[in-house]
């Protein structure tokens, strides 16, 4: 498997500590069956000042320790770019790195707070060749009241990345209900671990694999963590890649059931 959003260079952010901790998280990802990762710290004006070049010398210093211990894990760039207008420039002077060099980028949306022309910003970056892929929407606070924003996305060509954990309830029930109505709904492109420690956050990968299998079907499952994923590492146009499942009638009622129970109205209750 192949993990595309995965903080794990140590003492860059907020993800692993220091080099004890990236190299316990290396392992448990060695051991969920993950052979790649993309490494891909914040980049978040104020808060995390990574720099593409910085990212790419923290990946060989860490790749260099793996090697030397023999661990069979290859490390790519990224970054989780929080979004901000002027990433196209950003991007194209090598300030900001998409995955693997590729025109995939990891796009993080403020977590309690729609932004503003967000389908706007998501659009022009498409329009400047990028294809932005929308990190963990299913934890962001404010998505039940604004679903709708996630379908038009979707259809205007935005990638959707859910997160392991979510599905199988690590981040409570509200996160999961979104991943399931999402997967029923056919709106998720991948899933990633967002692995940030050893605990909560480890980077565990094949759960979310098979919760998501238990919804979608095992082919599209593997889809989700192997076929996307070494298609974004390769750069394939999306248009290439398996498309999207069609929702089923029965599951879309039934999901649509469920975010009735979760939300009333535009009220979000987690």
Avoid at 71 to 96: F, N, Q, S, T
Avoid at 102 to 114: D, I, K, T
Avoid at 126 to 154: C, F, N
């Amino acid at each position: 498997m192949l993990d595309l959003h995965c903080h794990i260079l140590p003492g860059i952010d907020d993800g692993a500590k220091d080099l004890d901790t990236a190299l316990a998280m290396a392992r448990i990802a060695i051991d969920d069956g993950i052979d790649t990762i993309a490494c891909t710290p914040h980049i978040y004006p104020g808060m995390y000042e990574n720099t593409a070049t910085g990212i790419r010398a923290a990946i060989a210093a860490f790749q260099a320790e793996l090697d030397q211990r023999d661990m069979p894990l290859k490390l790519l760039e990224g970054a989780d770019v929080y979004l901000e207008p002027g990433l196209d420039v950003a991007i194209k002077a090598d300030r900001v790195p998409t995955l693997a060099g590729s025109r995939y980028l990891l796009l993080e949306p403020p977590h309690h707070v729609m932004p503003p022309h967000f389908e706007e910003t998501v659009f022009g970056l498409k329009m400047a060749g990028y294809v932005p892929v929308i990190t963990h929407p299913e934890r962001l606070t404010w998505i039940p009241g604004h679903y709708d924003v996630l379908e038009r996305m979707v259809n205007a060509g935005a990638w959707m990345q859910i997160t392991a954990g979510s599905i199988t309830g690590r981040f409570g029930g509200g996160p999961k209900q979104v991943c399931e109505r999402m997967l029923d709904d056919g709106l998720v492109h991948i899933i990633a671990t967002d692995a940030h420690n050893l605990s909560r956050r480890a980077p565990y990968l094949a759960e979310g694999r098979d919760a998501a299998a238990q919804r979608v079907g095992a082919a599209e499952a593997e889809h989700l963590v192997t076929t996307r994923p070494a298609g974004i590492i390769a750069d394939t146009p999306p248009g290439q890649l398996p498309p999207l499942p069609q929702a089923k009638t029965e599951r879309r009622q039934r999901s649509r059931s469920l975010w009735q129970k979760l939300v009333g109205g535009d009220k979000v209750r987690w």
